[in-house]
């Protein structure tokens, strides 16, 4: 199995503030994804990297594939109190697209 | 669209007894899923299934059995409740085509065996 690890695990920080999150692994991932999860709910996707060296915007969120495809980055300009949640990264295990990895997430706190 | 629909969305068992964990979806997705998420442990893959009639293990399937009758359901059993089955469970569902298919997941169950 193909582990991705994220870091840090937590994060507390003012509104206003900046903050980047990552996702690392040994292994080589054709995509991986990025997923929100607020309490109580299940996680919901916000952006599918699959290019070495992609880089994504989704409004003040930008990710990042690695040239190797072995790391993803998130970075979050200007968070807000609405950025709260937990942040998952994800991708297919080696053996296909069936099997989904999933890292153990980020847990965001954005103090107003 | 409703999306995808879990029920229940609480229950309290006693070890050994069994139980169903429903999930439905209504956007015609041949792929389904059902994870566990645990503190520390992240959502990690229990089954899946890739069409009616077609189902497979994931990462922890011991403990579960799944079916794949129609489209629309992939109901979850629990035969023997364990402790270790305590756990919030999510079911998802997506399309198969390409790399960037978005997958699409209930609000949850949360499972308490005691």
């Known amino acids: 199995t193909q582990l991705l690890e994220q870091s840090p695990q937590f994060l507390s920080i003012q509104e206003g503030e900046n903050l980047t999150v990552y996702c690392n692994s040994s292994s080589v991932f054709s995509s991986l994804q990025w997923y929100r999860q607020e309490p109580g709910e299940g996680p919901v996707l916000l952006v599918t990297?699959?290019?070495?060296?992609e880089v994504k915007k989704l409004k003040r969120l930008t990710f990042q594939f690695g040239d190797a495809r072995k790391d993803s980055s998130l970075h979050i300009t200007a968070a807000q109190p609405g950025d709260t949640g937990l942040y998952l990264c994800?991708?297919?295990?080696?053996?296909?697209?069936?099997?989904?990895?999933f890292g153990i997430g980020t847990k965001l706190q954005v103090i107003p | 669209n409703a999306g995808v629909t879990q029920t229940p969305k609480f229950q309290v068992l006693k070890t050994g007894q069994s139980m169903t964990l429903q999930c439905a979806q209504d956007?015609?997705?041949?792929?389904m899923s059902w994870y566990r998420q645990d503190p520390g442990m992240g959502l990690r893959l229990i089954h899946y299934?890739?069409?009616?009639?077609?189902?497979d293990q994931g990462e922890v399937p011991n403990g579960y059995n799944v079916s794949r009758s129609t489209t629309e359901d992939f109901p979850l059993r629990l035969l023997l409740a364990a402790p270790s089955q305590t756990s919030v469970y999510f079911c998802?569902?997506?399309?198969?085509?390409?790399?960037?298919?978005?997958?699409?997941f209930g609000p949850g169950t949360r499972l308490l065996v005691l």
């Open positions: 990297v699959v290019t070495g060296g």
């Open positions: 956007m015609n997705h041949e792929y």
């Open positions: 998802a569902s997506k399309r198969t085509s390409g790399r960037e298919e978005t997958q699409y």
């Open positions: 299934s890739v069409g009616a009639g077609i189902t």
């Open positions: 994800a991708g297919p295990n080696s053996g296909g697209y069936q099997k989904v990895t």
